[in-house]
């Protein structure tokens, strides 16, 4: 369930981020500190982008770092940065990055799918893209 | 109808592009099956098409027998309509 995968403790919202890279890094703090991931991990993430190009903006705004299935990841989890001024990341403007730490192939299929389903609302899409962060809560925990 | 839905590592994005060719095709009444996987192993999967991002796609293009349409956002349900719709317009190759 993506409530278990993303837990409040998971979430932040910041005012505004310089890069992208910082974003990704500050995303991925509950993470580290709960030991589901590795530093490495979050080199992996930014690696990716640099070498496979911007694909993990998933839609206007929404950006989905990952890396390769438990190479650094302990434990599969998920985080949410919500930064209120877009960040540019390599000519896609984001205000929201998931990060998806993924132990292996299709665990995390459920929660993808659920996210993939709210979204898809488009007033849904909306308030995660343009609300504080007690929207987003709101949104990703409704049943 | 076999498609593949291709990134980096065939995790995450893949799986979302997965899930929106899905879609588009059963409102489109389309029959057809979906796989996700990672840009290496795409190389020697046989697919009717594969959709991926533009950066993966140049790569991909002189490596499958298929057809590779581009996607930007690989969550846009209506860019990816475009896709499916223009590769059953070039008659399904």
């Known amino acids: ?143 | 109808m076999k498609f593949l839905a291709v990134c980096g590592f065939g995790v995450g994005s893949s799986m979302v592009l997965k899930m929106s060719i899905e879609k588009v095709c059963q409102e489109r009444g389309i029959d057809c099956e979906v796989e996700n996987t990672d840009v290496s192993s795409a190389k020697g999967t046989d697919a009717d098409a594969v959709f991926t991002s533009e950066e993966l796609g140049q790569e991909l293009e002189n490596n499958v027998k298929c057809p590779v349409y581009p996607i930007k956002r690989y969550m846009d349900k209506a860019e990816v309509g475009q896709a499916i719709d223009k590769f059953f317009e070039n008659g399904g190759n």
Do not use: C
């Not at chain 1, 409040?8 to 509950?30: F, G, N, Y």
């Not at chain 1, 590795?38 to 080199?43: K, L, N, P, S």
């Open chain 1, 1 to 143: 369930m993506l409530k278990d995968l993303l837990p409040r403790a998971h979430m932040q919202q910041v005012d505004h981020i310089e890069t992208w890279e910082e974003a990704i890094k500050l995303a991925s703090e509950p993470l580290l500190k709960a030991d589901y991931i590795e530093e490495a991990y979050v080199d992996h993430m930014i690696a990716s982008v640099n070498q496979n190009g911007p694909y993990i903006v998933l839609m206007d705004y929404f950006a989905l770092p990952h890396a390769k299935a438990g190479e650094g990841v302990n434990q599969l989890g998920m985080a949410l940065l919500k930064v209120n001024q877009p960040v540019d990341l390599k000519g896609n403007p984001v205000k929201v990055f998931l990060v998806l730490a993924a132990i292996d192939a299709d665990s995390h299929m459920q929660s993808l799918q659920e996210i993939s389903e709210i979204l898809s609302d488009e007033a849904n899409y909306k308030s995660f893209i343009n609300g504080d962060l007690e929207e987003i809560v709101l949104l990703l925990t409704a049943e």
